[in-house]
């Protein structure tokens, strides 16, 4: 039996609409992050998506050691909670360790766990004991069946509120690949399985100091995704990408994301027949 997870005021899982995650890839400013929230709130509502904001408060990962981060763990909870308390949205943000998720566990709806660290034991045992929902992303390096370890250690601390995405594998040389067999393959887990359409189109490092990536392929993989079987889209959508401070190659621009989104839900509404 597939497993719903309550997320906010509803729920997500095989048999329900699909939802979406999206936000700036990093907390830039309040008004960047307030300004986006509130405006793919109005496209969600008005597509009937249940939505989940996302921003993260730190980039751990950045390729070079100069590259913009985020304001912290302090000052990007606030931000976050404003969005949450002012526009009535479920939150998801990135945490790095156990201290982070300790705090973040404590006001977001949603932990995620960055794909570079979805095997970090001690970090998914930390998120997993807050309470709050845990998306784990998958690693570049891992193979679909692979996500059955992180999802066991998440069931051992009692917790099934758990949301696995797919991002996208590396085979080297700035280049991901998007394996539709890991959607059916991670459902079998038995819970919500999510599409990252941004993140799969990123040239990791191809900018040299910084990642590349390749927007135009998003449409077509999202509607893939679409109809090869998953419960939610991630998407990082940013007003003005190409002066986003993190993943501006491959955001979504904010005035496409309504077309986008109308496309991808024919393909999803034709595959699991609803009108």
């Known amino acids: 039996m597939a497993q719903l997870v309550e997320i906010g005021t509803f729920k997500v899982g095989q048999g329900q609409p699909p939802f979406l995650i999206a936000g700036p890839c990093v907390i830039e400013n309040e ?4 300004e986006t929230a509130g405006r793919i709130s109005e496209i969600a509502k008005a597509l009937g998506i249940p939505y989940i904001f996302k921003s993260s408060f730190d980039k751990a990962n950045r390729t070079s050691i100069t590259s913009f981060r ?13 969005v949450k308390d002012q526009l009535r949205l479920p939150v998801l943000t990135d945490v790095h360790t156990e201290e982070q998720a300790m705090e973040a566990g404590k006001m977001v709806d949603v932990l995620q766990i960055p ?18 929902v ?20 998440i069931e051992e601390c009692g917790s099934r509120r758990i949301v696995l995405t797919e991002r996208g594998s590396s085979f080297g040389y700035n280049n991901l690949v998007v394996d539709m067999r890991s959607f059916p393959i991670m459902r079998g887990f038995g819970y919500p399985v999510v599409f990252d359409a941004t993140h799969s189109v990123q040239l990791p490092g191809g ?33 003005n990408p190409d002066e986003a401070l993190s993943d501006g190659p491959n955001m979504v621009p904010l005035h496409q994301l309504k077309p986008l989104l109308e496309r991808v839900l024919r393909v999803w509404n034709a595959t699991n027949q609803r009108s």
């Open 115 to 132: 794909a570079f660290l979805c095997r970090q034991t001690d970090l998914l045992i930390a998120a997993a004991k807050t309470g709050a």
């Open 207 to 239: 900018g040299g100091t910084q990642s590349s990536g390749q927007r135009e392929f998003v449409e077509p993989l999202a509607c893939a995704a679409a109809g090869a079987g998953v419960d939610g889209f991630f998407m990082e959508v940013h007003p």
């Open 31 to 34: 008004q960047v992050v307030m």
């Open 134 to 153: 845990v998306n784990v992303k998958k690693g570049q390096f891992l193979s679909p069946r692979e996500m059955g370890n992180a999802v066991k250690k």
């Open 70 to 82: 985020g304001p912290g763990l302090e000052k990007g909870l606030a931000v976050l909670k404003k």
